[in-house]
């Protein structure tokens, strides 16, 4: 069965410090891959996703993420965290096989002042 | 926007209790999908459809039934709750192919006593 791993639980940083979020998962064709964000007290909401093409996409709010198969790995990047960046991050997985979205355990960023 | 609604952000309900938890779309997205939310364990999905009256078993979809008899709804139904469901419940619909970005509701907080 399809898994992703995410290693990262929890992640304290300051503002202004950079960001890189781990994402792994275990599928050897074709993936479509998401990163997904629950703000405290919002709705989980979309980050960015990777279907084809270029494998570093960019998302809203300044963050990317790099899809790197031959690692099977989609990891999320910022060069410069705010503080309302605090949040609940979840990697995500679709592969055709399985015909469903595989999430993360998710991993809290506390971004301090 | 797309919104996607839940009858219910909290809800308290006793062991053997059948619970319905009501889910609305409002933007004719053909898929829906229920997942529990547990703290470090992610999202797990329950149950999806891809259209009225289709459904199909998520990873964990013992102790669960779903409805969809609108396109703009969809019921997840707890046939006899049990303190192991408490958990948060999150609704999300896609537009188009299963592997679309999903929106999300707010989630319904349910415990069970």
């Known amino acids: 069965a399809q898994s992703v791993s995410q290693h990262n639980h929890h992640v304290i940083l300051s503002e202004a410090a950079s960001l890189e979020l781990g994402c792994n998962y275990s599928y050897g064709g074709t993936v479509n891959l998401f990163w997904y964000v629950q703000y405290p007290g919002q709705h989980l909401q979309l980050l960015l996703k990777y279907f084809s093409g270029d494998p570093l996409v960019k998302g809203i709010k300044g963050f990317e993420a790099e899809f790197i198969k031959s690692k099977f790995s989609f990891n999320l990047r910022k060069p410069s965290v705010q503080w309302s960046d605090t949040a609940e991050y979840f990697c995500a997985v679709f592969t055709g096989g399985g015909n469903k979205l595989t999430f993360g355990t998710g991993t809290q960023l506390k971004v301090e002042l | 926007d797309v919104k996607v609604t839940q009858s219910s952000r909290y809800l308290v309900k006793r062991t053997g209790e059948k619970v319905f938890l009501e889910c609305v779309q409002d933007m004719d997205h053909e898929n829906m999908f229920w997942y529990r939310q547990d703290p470090g364990l992610g999202l797990r999905l329950i149950y999806f459809s891809y259209d009225v009256k289709m459904k199909e078993k998520g990873d964990i979809p013992e102790g669960y039934s779903v409805s969809r008899e609108k396109k703009e709804r969809f019921s997840l139904i707890l046939e006899s709750a049990s303190t192991n469901q408490t958990s948060m419940y999150l609704c999300?619909?896609?537009?188009?192919?299963?592997?679309?970005?999903?929106?999300f509701g707010p989630g319904t907080r349910l415990l069970v006593l």
């Open positions: 999300a619909s896609s537009f188009g192919t299963i592997q679309d970005t999903q929106y």
